[in-house]
């Protein structure tokens, strides 16, 4: 095990590295990138989450700052795609982004999937083309159910506003990976074992990516710090501690003056 770590190591530090390094951004997604407590709470938050924990890990195995900059999903996403030199975290590969980005690693995999409130038949994203559906702005799954001509999309800025609307019965069904349904439910302390889920849409690849100007010698350094990560056991760690993770709930009162901002 050891004579693979080297090599991988030798490997990614005999690449040319970016004179500055990568500037990083992402969103609030958990569990993959998030604060504890939330912005929601608190202006002082730990940034924490499996692609949190594995970008800052790569990061610092490639000799850059680990800084990762927070912002409104569609703003990243936008900056990523536009400018040069950027890293973002926590981005779904789906084939209407495909061209827009260069896709350095992949994460995590999750399940796009339904999910519907009880009495809601969520066997099929056919069956709720005439129902409210919930989904994060500016997502795949927006995009997804758009392609699809559904138009009783509710759009939200993060998905525990979708669970917030679920738990209230303001939408009937909800599309997103499973993981990010699970931590946002219990973060509005809601009882994940009430909601029903149903079709698996697709599976849900969660990636580090790039602004496509990145190059691919820049991108190897990336990947082999991560294929590190892997044979020294390092991501296993990383991986293990979310899959234990306890989400604390955040106060109903705390979380609606939150939801303001969105709406307004």
């Given at each position: 095990m050891r004579w693979i770590i080297s090599v991988l190591t030798a490997v990614f530090l005999a690449l040319p590295a970016a004179a500055d390094g990568l500037r990083l951004v992402t969103a609030e997604l958990p569990p993959y990138t998030f604060h504890e407590p939330p912005p929601t709470v608190s202006e002082i938050g730990h940034p924490m989450g499996i692609v949190q924990e594995t970008v800052a890990e790569m990061a610092r195995r490639v000799g850059q700052s680990a800084d990762v900059e927070y912002m409104a999903w569609t703003r990243a996403q936008d900056l990523t795609m536009t400018g040069k030199n950027i890293g973002i975290l926590s981005l779904t590969r789906t084939p209407e982004r495909e061209p827009h980005y260069k896709w350095i690693q992949q994460i995590a995999v999750d399940d796009l999937i339904l999910v519907g409130g009880a009495g809601v038949d969520v066997s099929s994203l056919d069956a709720v083309k005439n129902r409210r559906v919930g989904v994060l702005l500016h997502s795949g799954a927006e995009t997804l159910l758009q392609s699809l001509g559904i138009t009783r999309i509710e759009p939200a800025g993060e998905e525990w506003i979708n669970a917030?609307?679920?738990?209230?019965?303001?939408?009937?069904?909800?599309?997103?990976?499973?993981?990010?349904?699970?931590?946002?439910?219990?973060?509005?302390?809601?009882?994940?074992?009430?909601?029903?889920f149903g079709q698996i849409v697709r599976p849900s690849e969660i990636w580090f990516a790039s602004s496509p100007d990145v190059s691919d010698e820049v991108a190897a350094r990336w990947q082999a710090a991560f294929k590190a990560m892997e044979a020294d056991g390092?991501?296993?760690?990383?991986a293990a501690r979310y899959r234990a993770l306890r989400v604390e709930p955040v106060p109903e009162n705390v979380l609606r003056r939150h939801e303001e901002l969105w709406i307004n």
């Open positions: 917030q609307r679920m738990k209230d019965r303001r939408i009937d069904a909800w599309l997103a990976p499973r993981l990010m349904v699970i931590y946002a439910y219990k973060q509005v302390s809601g009882d994940a074992a009430l909601l029903t390092t991501y296993a760690r990383i």
